[in-house]
């Protein structure tokens, strides 16, 4: 039999456009794993906030002493008070920088630049790391993702193959 008659030739196990959409589906299930279900890299709920920081976060930031809103959070929209358990959400913005870096046909890295890269490094110092691994339902989900592309490939690229078996 001829070399590779039978196609395989033409299934790329990880096309680097098969990276390219698997980083960008893992970000919005990375969101809602760390604002929605409150979860660490391990699949653990987060360790609680200080008390200082709720009292500032359930006043929306305001000073007890002016009732003005404290200088670092002046004019910025406020999208979440909640505390228990710790959504790591106030403005929005770390969660929303949460972008594709780079791949290629092995791998991805997604991640935050400039100062939402800072606060998720804080927040990694206080106990909610969400940047070391991700928990195994996470994993579960772009295995699948993968599993879906392979299977096209097996359905799209291998069809109408002819097959000789002899001497």
């Known amino acids: 039999m001829p070399r590779d008659k039978m196609g395989w030739h033409k299934i790329k196990v990880f096309p680097k456009s098969m990276m390219a959409k698997l980083a960008v589906n893992h970000i919005p299930f990375m969101q809602n794993r760390v604002q929605k279900l409150s979860m660490d890299y391990k699949g ?4 609680p906030y200080d008390p200082s920081y709720v009292e500032y976060k359930a006043s929306r930031f305001k000073s007890k002493r002016t009732g003005k809103r404290i200088p670092s959070m002046a004019g910025k929209s406020i999208k979440s008070t909640r505390m228990h358990p710790p959504d790591l959400t106030v403005t929005g913005m ?9 791949y290629d ?6 991640g935050w630049t400039g100062e939402e890269a800072d606060k998720v490094e ?3 110092n206080m106990g909610r790391n969400i940047i070391d691994d991700v928990p195994n339902r996470e994993k579960k989900f772009l295995v699948k ?11 799209t690229k291998l069809k109408d193959v002819n097959i000789t078996i002899g001497s």
């Open 44 to 47: 653990h709920t987060f360790k």
């Open 94 to 102: 770390m969660l929303k920088n949460l972008q594709r870096k780079r």
């Open 105 to 110: 046909h092995k791998s991805y890295v997604i």
């Open 122 to 124: 804080y927040n990694k």
């Open 145 to 155: 993702l993968l599993e879906k592309d392979m299977m096209k490939q097996f359905r």
